[in-house]
C-alpha cells in the first residue's frame, strides 16, 4: 500500500502522482506498510516479524531515534538490540518499522528517510560536528 502525501508547494499529489492532469513525484509516507503495527524493539519480535531482506529500517520511542539500512534487516536489527551502537543504546528506542528496498535503491532512500524524519542520533553527531 503506497499512501500520498500533501506537497506544501504543489498540492495534493493523487495516488497515481497526478496532479492536474501533470504527472508529479510523489512522496511516500514513511514506513507506511508498517510504521503504526507498532513493532516493539525485542528480540521476539524482531524474529517474528523482521525479514531477512534488504531494506531499511527506523528506531523510535516517541521520537525517530536512529535510521539506517541493511542487506539483512533481521540480522541488522539483532545487532542494534544487543548494544553495537552506544548512541542507539542512550536512547533505548521501543519499536522499530523497515521498508523491503532493492540494494541499489537503498542509499536514496536512507537519505530520504533521514530528510523527513531527522533522527535524533543524526542530531547528535551532527551538533557534535558543529562544536568541533
Known amino acids: 500500500m503506497k499512501r500520498t502525501l500533501p ?3 504543489r498540492g495534493t499529489v493523487s495516488e497515481n502522482g497526478t496532479k492536474n492532469g501533470a504527472v ?3 512522496r511516500t509516507e514513511p514506513f507506511a ?3 503504526y503495527r507498532k513493532y516493539r524493539f525485542q528480540q521476539e519480535s524482531i524474529l517474528l516479524n523482521a525479514p531477512e531482506s534488504s531494506g531499511v529500517y527506523g528506531l523510535y520511542s516517541a521520537l ?3 535510521i539506517g539500512e541493511a542487506d539483512n534487516l533481521r540480522a541488522r536489527l539483532l545487532e542494534h538490540l544487543a548494544g553495537d551502537n552506544p548512541g542507539i543504546q ?3 528506542p521501543s ?3 523497515f521498508e ?3 540494494p541499489p535503491e537503498r ?4 537519505e530520504e528517510l533521514i530528510a523527513d524524519l531527522q533522527p535524533l542520533c543524526l542530531r547528535k553527531a551532527n551538533l557534535r560536528r558543529a562544536a568541533s
Do not use: H, M, P
Open 7 to 9: 506537497d506544501v508547494d
Open 24 to 26: 508529479t513525484a510523489s
Open 33 to 35: 506498510e508498517n510504521r
Open 64 to 66: 525517530w531515534i536512529f
Open 90 to 92: 542512550d536512547y533505548q
Open 95 to 97: 519499536g522499530f518499522a
Open 100 to 102: 523491503l528496498v532493492s
Open 107 to 110: 542509499s536514496r532512500r536512507l
